[in-house]
């Protein structure tokens, strides 16, 4: 590959603040910019120039169309393309774009999932420009990230809910820091997302219909090799990924996409790719772009991508980290522990504030990692537990104990932890950072959310995330706004927020058994186990009066969204079924047969010969392959049946239910009688390709 000029390279293709301040005129610079930062409305005369100059910059860089970007709820991005051409008076065309045009967009959408909203309101949808994510260039086509709504104002996308999630933190936020005599313009969260995925050979890939309909496979035994070498994790990595990679960064780089750190993971064929953090409507943007072009890129070298939660059974699964933190503009981390015992008064306080919004919605972050992929990992050993918990690591834990037994910190000097009177200890990482069985960990300047699935948008978790902590601020706010002596009433806060939710900390192990006992038993924890089990508290009053009050979601949208959650979890699991049921009928039991015929075939032409042949091998592997096909006849029956009854379980509720108890179990005993055909039918008669050649195909 053609070595390039990386700072040169890198943005080429987006409408970014270089470019801005480069093309626009210095009063539409600083409007735009004033709407960036501070979310002032835009005035119509700027959208027309920079509609202008973007149009120029996109047909210089061989851009034909525009479109508006948009991420509906089917969790992957949306785009219809339209042209920049105008016919002109001469008979010719011309290249035309308008500010109206890059303000607002009316997509034909009433495919995508509404969840009944636009059933009672307007059927069509508007997509509105969110200029705080750079437009940016994508085959050709000038892409423009924008908000996706219905008519009657109600959002129908994840963009919108994280915009708002974002502002009612950003609130929250500087009334607080303002309690600490800082006026700052606002408080953003960054996130920066680690991305993990599986590269298998494109024509293995092609020869399993369940990778081709589902993304993972649903049947096939375990090869005599897995990971438990650990041989592949950080292991020098195959010539064939390593083009892939430098093919990867390149495109994401032109598209501004700080990708930083990749490495090999756990399983074989498993890899990680980590970009630089940046603020978290800009992250979720970029992630989902970052998931698009790298199975673009896959593609193009021959493999495929997958991201999907667990695509093999037997090794680990896929998983996305999200690393989270609050910053002001001055970019002072809320979350690193400052110099001066005042500051460190301040990190303590939103740090209880984090601490307290995961024990009181820890539900709702459950739920927003819950998908029908992601319930094969949480709690399965590989990844966090369904149970959500915080880990802080043992200095952190020390001082807080201190704080709330008002008792000597031993720490590097023996205090008394009087909070504006000592400084704390600037915690490393290797102090933080040991436990990686918790799902929400603390490493040393933010948090870590390690419970989301590969294939999952970093939105959701992120609008929960925000909104929970806006609410922990909030009452905060409340209450030492009224203080008559500030410093007391802090700690008093501090203090009794520490001991009220005390019950989240946990820095053991989360894969233990033991842990699942003493969370649900004994603290009280939840254990919301699958998408059916999770989804519905997101209409729990706390929840609901909670994210309505904070202005993240209306009633109406928070009933779509349960609606259309699990929706997708039922046709995810539907698909799933069929795809079973069709490759047992039409391939395994065929496959099989034919093998038991040439057995039976070998054995009569055999014994033929000699009756001294016992024909012990032939006579053995018959006999079980045949009661086998009598049990996976007997399972894909059942399996028919459950699915087949899933209409008549009335609601969205019963029919999550019944994916959840008949056919996911269903499933699940099917495969493995055809498994344990797999391993006793010659390798010419199967009819798919067998982990080991999925899993070791790529050099
Ligand atoms: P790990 O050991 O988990 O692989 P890394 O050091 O590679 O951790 O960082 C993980 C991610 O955390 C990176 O994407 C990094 O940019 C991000 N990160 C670092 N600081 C912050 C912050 N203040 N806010 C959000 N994300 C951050
Ligand atoms: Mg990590």
């Known amino acids: 590959m053609e070595r390039q000029n990386i700072p040169e390279l890198f943005g080429s293709m987006v409408f970014d603040d270089r470019v801005m301040r480069a093309r626009l005129s210095a009063e539409v610079y600083n409007s735009l910019r004033k709407t960036i930062d501070e979310n002032a409305k835009l005035d119509v005369t700027v959208a027309e120039a920079v509609a202008q100059e973007m149009r120029d910059w996109a047909v210089e860089r061989g851009a034909t169309h525009f479109t508006h970007w948009f991420q509906p709820l089917t969790g992957v991005t949306a785009e219809k393309h339209d042209s920049f051409i105008t016919p002109s008076p001469d008979g010719g065309v011309i290249m035309e774009f308008s500010g109206k045009e890059l303000i607002k967009g009316e997509p034909d959408a009433s495919s995508f999932p509404s969840g009944g909203l636009r059933a009672t309101f307007e059927a069509r949808g508007y997509t509105a420009w969110d200029p705080t994510s750079y437009a940016f260039i994508k085959d050709h086509t000038l892409c423009i990230p924008t908000a996706f709504c219905s008519y009657s104002g109600d959002a129908l996308d994840k963009k919108t809910p994280l915009l708002r999630s974002m502002q009612a933190l950003d609130r929250q936020a500087r009334r607080i820091l303002r309690l600490f005599g800082k006026e700052v313009k606002y408080v953003r969260t960054s996130v920066g997302p680690e991305q993990e995925y599986f590269l298998i050979d494109k024509e293995m890939f092609e020869k399993r219909p369940d990778l081709v309909y589902t993304g993972r496979t649903l049947f096939g035994a375990m090869p005599p090799k897995g990971q438990e070498l650990d041989d592949h994790y950080f292991g020098v990595i195959k010539p064939r990924v390593t083009t892939f990679m430098e093919d990867l960064n390149n495109e994401l780089w032109k598209l501004?996409?700080?990708?930083?750190?990749?490495?090999?993971?756990?399983?074989?064929?498993?890899?990680?790719?980590a970009p630089i953090f940046s603020t978290t409507n800009v992250a979720t943007d970029n992630n989902q772009l970052m998931m698009e072009v790298m199975q673009k890129v896959a593609r193009k070298h021959g493999m495929v991508c997958l991201l999907h939660e667990k695509p093999f059974a037997g090794v680990n699964g896929s998983g996305k980290h999200n690393n989270w933190s609050m910053a002001t503009d001055t970019g002072v981390n809320l979350l690193s522990p400052g110099d001066t015992p005042y500051e460190n008064a301040q990190f303590l306080l939103f740090l209880c504030a984090v601490i307290q919004a995961v024990d009181d919605y820890q539900d709702l972050l459950r739920l927003s990692v819950a998908t029908a992929g992601n319930d094969h990992r949480l709690g399965a050993n590989e990844a966090p537990p369904a149970i959500i918990s915080v880990f802080l690591g043992d200095e952190l834990t020390a001082i807080l104990d201190a704080i709330k037994t008002d008792s000597p910190y031993q720490g590097t000097e023996k205090v008394i932890m009087k909070l504006g009177v000592y400084s704390l200890?600037?915690?490393?990482r290797d102090t933080t950072d040991r436990n990686r069985t918790s799902p929400f960990a603390f490493t040393g300047n933010k948090f870590e959310f390690r419970s989301l699935g590969?294939?999952?948008?970093?939105?959701?978790?992120?609008?929960?995330?925000?909104?929970?902590?806006?609410?922990?601020l909030r009452q905060y706010a409340d209450r030492l706004e009224k203080a008559e002596d500030f410093e007391a009433e802090l700690h008093a806060l501090i203090k009794e927020t520490i001991m009220a939710h005390e019950r989240i900390l946990f820095n053991g192990n989360g894969y233990g058994e033991e842990w699942v006992k003493e969370a649900t038993e004994v603290r009280g924890l939840s254990n919301l186990k699958t998408t059916a089990d999770a989804m519905p508290h997101l209409l729990d009053p706390k929840n609901k009066e909670m994210l309505k009050a904070h202005k993240v979601f209306t009633e109406t949208e928070l009933h779509s969204r349960c609606e259309i959650m699990l929706e997708n979890y039922c046709k995810t699991v539907n698909i799933e079924g069929h795809t079973m049921v069709d490759m047992v009928r039409k391939n395994y039991l065929p496959a099989i047969e034919g093998y038991l015929y040439s057995l039976a075939k070998a054995t009569a032409t055999m014994k033929a010969v000699s009756d001294r042949v016992k024909c012990n091998y032939e006579i053995s592997t018959m006999e079980r392959l045949s009661e086998l096909t009598d049990h996976i006849l007997e399972r894909t029956e059942a399996l028919e049946e459950a699915l087949a009854s899933l209409g008549e379980c009335g609601d969205i509720i019963g029919t999550s239910e019944a994916i959840r108890d008949s056919v996911l179990p269903r499933m699940e005993e099917l495969r493995k009688f055809v498994d344990e055909a797999e391993m006793l039918t010659s390798e010419k008669c199967w009819p798919f390709p067998s982990y080991g050649k999925l899993l070791f195909s790529v050099y």
Not at 256 to 273: C, D, F, R, S, Y
Not at 425 to 428: A, D
Not at 454 to 472: D, F, G, H, K
Request: charged fraction near 15%.
């Open 454 to 472: 590969s294939s999952n948008s970093i939105a959701c978790c992120n609008i929960m995330l925000n909104a929970a902590v806006a609410e922990s």
């Open 256 to 273: 501004g996409i700080l990708a930083k750190t990749e490495h090999n993971e756990v399983a074989p064929a498993q890899h990680e790719l």
């Open 425 to 428: 200890p600037r915690f490393s």
